[in-house]
Every structure is written in C-alpha cells, then in structure tokens.
C-alpha cells in the first residue's frame, strides 16, 4: 500500500472507535479496580464451576468431597481471598449485598433465619430469569443451577455477602 493509503485507513479506523457523547449523560471512565474486580470475579467463578460433578462430603473442604461452606472457602482462598469454611462465620464475613445486586462471586446465604444459616452457594451471575449459583448440595454434590427458580432453595433464600471487596 501507498503510505497515503495506509494513514488513511489508521484515520477511518481512529475515527469508527471514537464515542459519541451524549448531551443526556456524561461519559463516565471506567475505574480500572472495577473493571479488574470484575475480572477477577469471573475468574473465581469459572474456577468454580471446574469442581462441578464433584461429590458433597460433610465437613468437606477439597475436591475430594466438598460441604457448601467447605467449597466456597475453597474457591475463595485460590484467589486469596479469606472465608471461613463454616457457613455461619462466612455470613458475616465480607459486606452485605442487596439480593437483587449481586454479583459473579458474591455468596448467597439461604436458611429458616438469619440465626440459622443452612447453606451457602456462589453466584455465576445473576439475570432477569434469577440467580444461577454454583454450590455443593448433600444430594448432588457441586451444581450448578437457578436458586431463584427452585421450589426448594428460593423460599430459602436469606441474603448476600460480597468478600471480593472492589
């Protein structure tokens, strides 16, 4: 190509990347800890989901047999993140997050009560059709599935916990 050419196809592709900014609304950067939080959170979750067909063992903290609370800590402490391996110290651990604002990471805390914390689960992400967890149930072992759609975790369902601080 003639070097004329080649600066005016840099200049064409310049130009197609640029944003418009809108009278409406300001652009606003994007916080490189946000957007490296949000890789790491995706990270974790795919880390999760490769124990997946693992079996549930009480008290179980590897890949061997993992508990709920057992599995998350697990997961958590490979990105060096703290968690305790009992669910109920994990719910107080971290900051609480709404439950219709949690993301890929953040553990959800189902039970009767907030005194009696039964089970622990991790999201891999959450949509307009609920929250898909990653977790180890006594049954199946680690799963993946919709907690918002199940007949049995949904009316158990407690609250959140962020402990992959941003």
Known sequence: FAPGIVFSLILLFVACN?????????????KPSNSANMQLRNRVVAYAQKYVGSPYKY????PSGFDCSGFTSYVLKEFNVKASPASAIQAKEGRSVSIDKVKPGDLVFFGENSSHISHVAMVVKRSKEG???VHS??????????????TYWKPK???????IKS
């Open 157 to 163: 369902i407690l609250f959140a916990r962020d402990l």
């Open 59 to 62: 008290a179980g903290t590897s």
């Open 18 to 30: 640029t944003t418009k900014k809108s009278a409406s609304k300001p652009d606003v950067p994007v």
């Open 137 to 150: 149930t006594t049954s199946r072992g680690v799963i993946v599935e919709n907690v918002s759609t199940s």
């Open 131 to 133: 929250i898909v967890c």
